[in-house]
């Protein structure tokens, strides 16, 4: 079995493949502070309530984007599971070009992500990943990465709120029902999801008017992703499986 895992600013997002086919997977919560031995319990732990054991794996690929967790992070890898994780960075095999002025800044995650879509969906295709970041990064026809948009979170933006504001409360981030909300809890829920999903179309039409685009494939992902996408019809898809698949096809090419 493959273990692909998504090391986020949120959660650690952990995909076990056999083959191409998907048969587990499970998340913590990102913390830096934890072990190797703490990292490597934890992971055979959740691989068991899978019904897998630490040996059914047989290979291991990490994206991060929290430098400072992955020493004890490999390290739990190679000491429990006998095997050196594939790292995404310089020098991977990845089948995209990435065409932006400093392709060294790209975020391993954003790269997983712009494979995984052009893999599965082809090109032009633009990525929506809706994370602690929300990101927007389009990869041409060719299977150039050639540009990205970044934003703040629905996450960050609520925590803005509630931090920055002395009476704001901490709210559950959904949609209500109407745009026009009767209590402070439904106006910032309404400012945020509505204000998201106009930021999200805007992006969106605006990328194609700039590239010139007629029809442009739009996948979508993240935790919050699927909520977005139920309201914007420009969103083609919603991959909730988008980087943990894209982590796989990157092992895969380099395993050939």
Known sequence: ML??????????TFGGYEGDRMTCTFRMTTKQQRTSDEYGISISEMLKLSGY????????IIASVVPGLMHSLTSSIEKYFNTKPMI???GLKTGIKIVTENPKELGADRVVDAVSAYEKYGGP?????FGTATT??????KGEF?????????????NALTEGTAKLPEIEIKKPESILAQNTVQSMQAGLVYGQIGQTKYIINRVKKEKGYDSLHVVATGGLGSMIAKEV????VYDRNLTLDGLRIIYEKNTR
């Open 3 to 12: 273990l692909a895992i998504d090391v986020g600013n949120t959660n650690i």
């Open 53 to 60: 054991t630490r040996e059914s794996v047989s290979g291991v």
């Open 88 to 90: 995404v960075g310089p």
């Open 125 to 129: 295709v633009l990525v929506l990943d």
């Open 136 to 141: 927007y990064d389009l990869v041409n026809e």
């Open 146 to 158: 050639c540009a990205g948009i970044t934003a703040p979170g629905i996450r960050i933006s609520a």
């Open 233 to 236: 019809e420009e969103i083609s």
